[in-house]
């Protein structure tokens, strides 16, 4: 993955993440012998193994919904919900820094998942699985075994005059920025795809497992120690993974690429894609006045990778309607980051402009019988703003702990004003929103959105070495929680008003010569705002999934 960050910041930032995250550590890496001092090369591979159960029982309301029932019942309280081997290799070639390549490919295996899924009673005439049988597509990338490509790019440094330019083609992720959890806020939104998936099924997944590579060439042009060029242009387009529906983690049963159907007898079929030919040119200015400081500007011009329309419905014929996911395209972007470290601490702050973002919508049936479909159906577009503050910094040897790490994220986004399609804007009328009175009284509940919005993400890891000989102890503690609104735009990366996720567990590593054995078990709760509509339960957000808390074991190391 190229990552763009000021080196004065990094080291600090990425070893706060290391810690909080579980990165695995490259110096387990296997060097291949090539007898050229020119050439070298190494082969890195992680094994990494989850087996989780669930702790919850269900919410009988929301569990015996046709719209959720399937990820809610294929599991009982206390049943294995996961037992997946992952499987993540990265080869690297290097010619005497100027040349190289990289090729990563991921493989993974579920013996335990089953082959069905189950609906409530009663629920089962109309499961969005044919017989409720998960489809080909649920099978692959949950059950497995099967493997794939990541990463598979050159690579080159050269000299032009005296600047230097650093190129890159094939198939990689970019994700240049100032984020350190979600990117949602950042100038890098949707610059490279998301594998969502993994991150459910495999926690202490890396960055660069979960970030989709992409079609693209980069190029990173230094003209002066101070000042570099950046820029991107991709290929190819590529769509984010999620969570599939009728699956453990899933919101919605008829969601996204998996199920069959997203209603009795409304299929689903392929998606409307974005495009290929996102562009990103960025500029990169660390003054000599500024100390540790750098300062970023970005413009940018792409395709979304995450649906801003999951569920859209066509019924051109009466007897065969269809649904499917579309993806926003022609998003602007001017984007401002700013780098640097103050007594310290790492800090990074960004803020960014998009127009004709993708914003939350509702009304996603079209009727045209007999007709072709219409041709604008991309929901609502508005203009809006997105800002993150991010900080880490390492905490010394105390009285309760030999080292630790803290790191915070705090997210925001404003609605400036909704440009097209306002009667698909699912906000109030002081909002923008122009369905009347629905979004007037709770809100949240119903899924409607406020022109500001904002959440904040924190994670803590305190670390005791040498517990026992070559036994490392820490636990770490992360959460993230929606501290006011429902953001206006789709794929915003913040949680509704009150939804909060925490996860926390010990860690134990064991080093046995120059391998190391990481131990987790973490405990996971995810909840929202919840409520009653007409008598009946809602929830916001997170809350759909409150009564799936879970607890999961993984064994990781690295070679």
Known sequence: MLVSRPLTAAPLM??????????????????????????????????????????????????NNPNF????????????????LDLFSEFDLNWQDKYGLRVSGAAWYDHDFPDKTESAPGLAPVANYRNNEYSGLVKRYYAGPSAEFRDYFVWGNFNIGNTELNAKVGSFAWLPGEFLFSNASSMSYAMAPNDGLLSDLSPGASAKETSLPIGQFATTWQFIPELSLMFQYTYEFERSRVSEGGTYYA????????PDFLAPGVARRDAKEGDNGDIAVGLRWSPDWAMDSSFGLWYRKFDD????????????????????????????????????????VSIGAEVNYRT????????????????????N????????????????????????????????????????KVTDNKAFYNGSNSEGGSVAGRCEDKELLRGCSTRNAASLGVSFTPVWQQVMPSVDVSFPVFATYGLYGNPAAQNAGIPPEDSYLLKFGPRVEYFVGSMKHQFDLAYTARHGRTGQINGNNAYSGLGYLHDRDTLILTYQTAF
């Not at 004709?356 to 019988?369: E, K, S, Y």
């Open 305 to 344: 990778k995450n649906a801003s329309w999951a569920n859209q419905v066509i019924v051109q014929s009466p007897t065969a309607p269809y649904s499917r996911a579309v993806y926003a395209k022609d998003i602007e972007l001017y984007g401002l980051t700013w780098n640097g470290v103050y007594k310290s």
């Open 251 to 258: 919101v919605a049963d008829g969601a996204l690429r998996g």
């Open 69 to 84: 029932d399937e990820g809610n019942y294929t599991f009982d309280k206390g049943d294995v919900f996961l037992s997946r």
């Open 377 to 416: 159906l991309d929901g609502a577009r508005g203009d809006t703003v997105h800002a993150l503050l991010s900080g880490a910094f390492t905490i010394n040897k105390n009285a309760f702990f030999d080292n630790g790490s803290i790191a915070a994220q705090l997210d925001y986004m404003h609605l400036v």
């Open 356 to 375: 004709n973002m993708p914003l939350n919508t509702t009304g996603q049936t079209f009727i045209a019988i007999g007709r072709p479909e219409p041709g």
């Open 14 to 63: 990425l070893a706060s993440l290391c810690l909080a995250m579980g990165a695995s550590d490259e110096a387990f890496a296997l060097r291949i012998d090539s007898g050229n001092p020119d050439l070298s090369m190494r082969l890195d591979t992680t094994v990494r193994y989850n087996q989780g159960w669930r702790v919850d029982g269900r919410d009988k309301q929301l569990a």
